[in-house]
């Protein structure tokens, strides 16, 4: 088993993580459940009574870059102890996440995200897409994989929101997705599951832009079908939406005192099983395997080669007719890609079919290329086509291709 650095093993200094350990939420901390009532309140499977755990860790992040925060949460899960109940909390600068199994251009537009500077993150669990912010906190529930339930996440946080943020609207539908009784989602549940350990994510909209989610969240392909998972799309709102009257904001701080002292309300046991939380800064940390894990999640093989094998049908109109291209795509490369093209009006055949017999030239020539990017593609082709007429056709295509796709 690899050993925690000591150099995440900081006691939490922060301002907000800081809080956690002032009188009021000292005697949170010190109130615990009998044994028996604590192990009710830990996931109910058959491992439950056969599994002692040792004392619980929370980790704080001061990071908000996503590809760090992702990357240390997969650390945590492959080399934290097996029998250690682990809570990660972090926040991260505006993204869209999609699953580990997701079609990138099926949930967004990926290049409208470029445009506006988001970036576009596939983390290595499975679930759905989800659009991050500075009001949207992130959480991890780390346990032995005999101790894994779909449940237990979502009841833990829904719990801590009713009780100590006072929200008493929230529970948990029969998807583990908690949510506001009025039937608005609030957050998604992820899972992922390794030899010994198995974690929940979920996200909580505290006080996210519901417009920048819904604009991020938008896919410019209608006509695509794909083998990828997707997304269960459904309303979402935020827990400042539904405040009791008289009740200040919730913030990042606030939530993570509640669902930290929950947690360790169902996992520490006095003394012996004390939490410690720990804060995590990203300056600290020298692990190789965290920052090799950051350059993969930003490698364009992870981020858009992943994606199962999809089709797409994509129709514009050009300078020289109407176009439509039918085209297939495996781990994002470009499999098969045919053009059709509508004559103009009062056009001749013969004119009609050079234009299609060069279309279906370029076609052959774009077939390997990267999906959307199409890198490194240029609109000459062979001789036959080396006219500038016919580069200026090419590169429109491309344009255009490059603009749907």
Not at 319 to 332: K, P
Not at 370 to 381: H, K, N, T, W
Request: hydrophobic residues 35%.
């Amino acid at each position: 088993m690899t050993m925690i650095p000591l150099a995440i093993l900081r006691p939490c200094s922060s301002r907000f993580a800081a809080s956690l350990f002032n009188q009021s939420t000292t005697r949170q901390f010190s109130s615990t459940l009998s044994r028996k009532e604590q192990k009710a309140a830990q996931p109910q499977t058959p491992a439950t009574d056969s599994i002692e755990l040792s004392a619980p860790v929370a980790y704080i992040s001061e990071s908000h870059d996503p590809w760090f925060n992702l990357s240390y949460e997969d650390w945590l899960l492959r080399n934290t102890p097996h029998e250690q109940p682990v809570l990660f909390l972090y926040r991260n600068f505006p993204c869209v996440v999609i699953g580990r199994n997701q079609n990138p251009w099926k949930e967004t537009t990926p290049h409208h995200l470029r445009e506006v500077g988001i970036p576009l993150v596939r983390r290595r669990s499975g679930g759905g897409t989800v659009f991050h912010d500075m009001g949207n906190t992130n959480f991890s529930i780390i346990l032995p994989r005999l101790l894994f339930t779909r449940s237990h996440g979502a009841e833990l946080v829904s719990r801590a929101i009713r009780e100590r943020l006072g929200i008493k609207q929230c529970t948990v539908n029969e998807r583990n997705d908690v949510i506001i009784k009025d039937g608005e989602n609030e957050l998604k549940m992820t899972y992922k599951i390794i030899q010994h350990r198995a974690y929940h994510h979920g996200t909580m909209l505290i006080s996210s832009s519901l417009s920048e989610l819904g604009k991020s969240l938008r896919s410019n392909s209608p006509n695509m079908q794909t083998k990828s998972i997707l997304s269960h799309r459904s309303p979402v709102t935020t827990l400042n939406h539904y405040l009791p009257s008289g009740r200040n904001p919730i913030h990042h701080d606030e939530f993570i005192q509640a669902i930290t002292a929950e947690f360790n309300k169902v996992y520490a046991n006095g003394v012996n099983k004390k939490m410690e939380t720990r804060e995590v800064n990203s300056i600290w940390i020298k692990e190789p395997k965290v920052w090799k894990g950051v350059e993969e999640l930003k490698s364009w093989e992870w981020q858009f080669g992943q994606t199962p094998e999809f089709t797409n049908l994509l129709e514009g109109q050009l300078s020289f007719g109407s176009i439509s291209a039918n085209l297939t795509a495996r781990h994002a490369l470009l499999i098969s890609l045919t053009f059709h093209l509508e004559p103009l009006h009062n056009e001749s055949t013969e004119k009609t079919m050079e234009k299609q017999n060069f279309l279906d030239s370029l076609a052959l020539s774009l077939v390997g290329h990267r999906y959307e990017s199409l890198e490194g593609v240029e609109g000459a082709l062979d001789h036959q086509w080396e006219d500038e007429k016919w580069r200026e056709r090419g590169n429109e295509v491309i344009s255009w291709l490059r603009k749907v796709m």
